[in-house]
T-cell receptor, first 110, second 116 residues
């Protein structure tokens, strides 16, 4: 059974800092890994999808990496802004099923 | 292209009642997944439908059921509501062209269900 863990559960940083969010999974037999952000009371917005054959994906200030052998993914956010404040979730796509992590709640302080 | 839509957005029910939630996926998407999100349990997978067939199911009691229509629209039904069913119910659609694959998921805004 796939288990996905995100540490830390909450993070507070001053505006402008670069930061890294972590995602760990127990079963390396995955198809892909996806990062989402969720604003309070809202649905999830897809940020990046990394296929199992890829090592990283980039979109603007965001960079996500994947290391299947160690069961880890990181989401790097450069030059953080108050608008980045949200909960970030990673989701591991396996055989017919997607397993979500518990999320990291990020607060960027102006 | 229109995104995933869910109706209704908000719902208030009392214990013992039943409820039906609807999800319309992005045009062309054949996979629809349902999730329950609560502050205590986080995001939990309910079930997934692909081309009108349920191909995966989470660990929820039989009171939770769903179906998918030929146009890929999906409904989720919860019977005999309990207080603990209060949650945000999210629907996600995916292109998932192969029955066994998972692909980028696009989420709807969710339905906020409150059980009194």
């Amino acid at each position: 059974k796939q288990e996905v863990t995100q540490i830390p559960a909450a993070l507070s940083v001053p505006e402008g800092e670069n930061l890294v969010l972590n995602c760990s999974f127990t079963d390396s037999a995955i198809y892909n890994l996806q990062w989402f952000r969720q604003d309070p009371g809202k649905g999830l917005t897809s940020l990046l999808l990394i296929q199992s054959s890829q090592r990283e994906q980039t979109s603007g200030r965001l960079n996500a990496s994947l290391d299947k052998s160690s069961g880890r993914s990181t989401l790097y956010i450069a030059a953080s802004q108050p608008g980045d404040s949200a909960t970030y979730l990673c989701a591991v796509g396996g055989y017919q099923k997607v397993t979500f992590g518990t999320g990291t709640k990020l607060q960027v302080i102006p | 292209k229109a995104g995933v839509t869910q109706t209704p957005r908000y719902l208030i029910k009392t214990r013992g009642q039943q409820v039906t939630l609807s999800c319309s996926p992005i045009s062309g998407h054949r996979s629809v997944s349902w999730y329950q999100q609560t502050p205590g349990q986080g995001l939990q997978f309910l079930f997934e439908y692909f081309s009108e067939t349920q191909r995966n199911k989470g660990n929820f009691p039989g009171r939770f059921s769903g179906r998918q229509f030929s146009n890929s629209r999906s409904e989720m039904n919860v019977s005999t509501l309990e207080l603990g069913d209060s949650a945000l119910y999210l629907c996600a659609s995916s292109l998932a062209t192969v029955r066994t694959s998972t692909d980028t998921q696009y989420f709807g805004p969710g339905t906020r269900l409150t059980v009194l």
